[in-house]
Every structure is written in C-alpha cells, then in structure tokens.
C-alpha cells in the first residue's frame, strides 16, 4: 500500500512539474521571438566556459581574458560530462548539447524538489512547491546552460535520500553533487547530520553502512582535484583561477554590510536577500534541523566572501532556501483558512492565497529573461 502511494505521489510530482515547466518554457519562447534570439543564443556568459570544455576539455594553461590569467578551471565536471553525452548521443553542437541538458535538468529538478518538500513537510501543497521553484525570477538559469538545476536536482536527491536513512544512496548523489560546484560538498553535513541520528542503537553493520555513505559525499570533488593535480599541478586550480573573475574570498560580512549601505539599489537588492538567507539558515537550526542549517550558511558565506555579483542564482536554487519559502508561504494559506468568529465559516479559497505572489513572480522572471537578451551585467 505504501509503495502505491509513492507511486502514486510520485506521478502527481511529475505531472504538477510538467505544467510548470511548459508555463517556464512558454515564457522563455516569448522572449526569444520578442528579441528575434535562437535557443543557441541561450547559451551566453558562463554557458561558453561549459562548451569549452565539452569541445576540448580543461585547458592546460591559462589564456583568456584581457589579462591572458582566465581558464576553465573554475567549472566543475559533472554538468559537462552530462552535456557531452547528450552532444555525442544526439549529434549537436556543443552550446545546443549545455541547452537541453540544463532544461531536462531542469524539469528532474522540480520533480525532486517537490518530492524533497513532502519528505520534509508534507503539509506544504505539492502544486506551490512546483510553482514556486519552476517560477521566480531566477528560475531562468535553468534553461541557459549553467549547472543550476543539476545542483538542485542532485540536491534534493541527496537530502530525501538521507532523510530516509538511504545513506549509500545519499552518499552516490552527494558525491555527483560535490562535482558540480564547490558548495555542493557542504551537503556532507547534512548526510553527517542524519547518520548521527540514533547511530547508538545501531549495530557495527550499520554504522559502517553510515560511515560509507558519509565518506562518499565528498569523493566527486576528491577526484576532480587529483585530476587537476595531474593536468597541471594545482589541485585548488577551481579556487585560484577565480582571480581572473576579480573575486579574491574576503570576509563575506563585510561584502554583506558594502551592500547594505550601497547607493545602487541591486546591491542593495542582494544584501538583503543574503540577509534573509542568513536569517532562513537560523530558523533551520531553531526547528532543528542543524544540517539542513549548516549546509545553507556554508552554501551562502562561501559565494558571499567573493562578492554580490552572482550571489542571487546561488540562492534561489538552494533546496532549504525555497523549503522555508514555501513553508512560509503554505503557513499564510493555513492561517487564513481557520475559522475566524467574524467568519460563518473557513474560506476554503484562501488556500489560493500564495498564487496571488505569481503574478509578481512572473514579472520578475519575464524581467530576467530580458536582461538576458540584451546582455546585462547582473544576469551573469
């Protein structure tokens, strides 16, 4: 019976996910004809690093930028090597390949996401996890070529998997997922977390079996830095090219009070969701999930100690980020469905409250996909 109604939840999942991602998908098509762009045009800033290294690999010494000091060290494997089977298998150009690949990877990814969001707090409605992680404004970086929606899917699989005391499991994707950016290691405390969870009353058979789960997270970024070390001798090559980026780790608090007191009003924009980010990593630890709360500080300080720049993206696909989100958001919509004395009875309708904030989401959404057509700096 419980296996049916996985099933069951499962396919519900992925048919919310599907309409979500048409509507995303609708929008960006919008866009494109707006602008007169291709889907290949999609592929722009970062997107190109990718092709790179999917045409030739990881470069041998540094050569681009005005300074000749930039290389595509900085990208991590894991994106690429999906990307280039999908080249291989359908016979594409490269930055067609990244496109299709960071789409599908996008559509798995709010399939897990609801699916993290039940294991997690099953009182949130599968529809307003789907909306608003397929959605808001950022959610453009799902279609355009970057790892961000391979992050979150591998994300989610990871935290659901250890929710569940599926710790081989857990660890094979938080392993995928320490290839696909530098934060995605700090999952290990999560999976640190949950395997600590009773492990008294565990047997030796089970602890191991914990222990080797926990060990496999970090192993996707172990054997990228070896693989660098034997390409040109600098394991932390990932960390020192980011130079040529201009983006030298200085104390993320201090990038954090810059903003805040910023005259330009993105700044100011990007501070505060850092702020908020900071306050959901304390509300985490207050439920007590000192896991999920660590893996978000972490997740956040780290690509706040080199600046504001690309801050936001970092930030809305962080899996506990948009948890608390829509936590929030399904707490408003149970709130106002209590009976009032002034009520005859609960409005049933206010469970419909949340999508009142779609419009206002699309908006923004729309905004980015513009931004990104005309090539503005602070879509990078």
């Known amino acids: 019976m419980a296996e049916l109604r996985s099933t069951s939840t499962f396919w519900q999942a992925a048919g919310i996910a599907l309409l979500v ?65 999908v080249a291989v298998l359908m016979q594409w150009p490269s930055r067609t390949a990244l496109i299709l690949t960071s789409k599908l990877f996008f559509l798995f990814s709010i399939i897990a ?85 009773h492990v008294r009353v565990t047997g030796a058979a089970e602890r191991l079996y914990r222990a080797l789960g926990v060990l496999l ?31 030298i780790p200085e104390n993320p608090l201090v990038h954090l009070y810059q903003g805040l007191i910023a005259t330009d009003s993105l700044r100011q924009l990007w501070a505060l969701m850092a702020l908020a980010a900071l306050g959901m990593s304390a509300w985490l630890l207050w439920r007590r999930e000192p ?41 408003i919509s149970r709130y106002l469905e209590r009976p009032r004395q002034w009520q005859g009875r609960a409005l049933r309708l206010t469970s419909l409250v949340p999508l009142l904030g779609l419009p206002m989401s699309l908006w923004g959404l729309s905004l980015m996909y513009r931004a990104w057509m005309l090539r503005e700096g602070y879509v990078v």
């Open 21 to 85: 991602f048409a509507l995303n998908q609708v929008i960006e098509f919008v866009h494109l004809q707006a602008y007169d762009k291709s889907y290949a045009a999609l592929c722009d800033w970062d997107c190109p690093w990718y092709a790179s290294i999917v045409d030739s690999g990881y470069d041998q010494q540094p050569h681009a930028h005005e300074r000749g000091d930039a290389a595509n060290w900085a990208f991590f494997p894991a994106f690429t090597i999906a990307a280039r089977a």
């Open 217 to 247: 997270v970090p192993f996707g970024l172990a054997l990228f830095m070896v693989f660098l070390h034997h390409l040109m001798g600098d394991a932390l090559a990932f960390s020192h090219v980011q130079i040529a980026w201009n983006r």
């Open 113 to 197: 996401f609801i699916r993290f969001v039940q294991a997690y707090d099953s009182r949130v409605p599968a529809w307003l996890a789907g909306l608003v992680v397929g959605t808001h404004p950022y959610a453009l970086y799902g279609n355009v070529g970057y790892t961000e929606p391979m992050y979150l899917f591998f994300t989610c699989l990871c935290l659901i998997a250890a929710r569940r005391q599926r710790f081989l499991a857990a660890g094979l994707a938080g392993g995928i997922l320490s290839a696909v950016r530098p934060t995605g290691g700090f999952i290990l405390f999560v999976v640190l977390a949950e395997a600590l969870r």
């Open 291 to 331: 896991g999920l709360a660590v893996f978000t500080l972490c997740s956040v300080l780290v690509p706040l100690s080199t600046g504001l720049a690309a801050l936001p993206r970092y930030l809305w696909w962080q899996a506990p980020l948009l948890l608390v989100v829509v936590q929030a958001l399904s707490g």
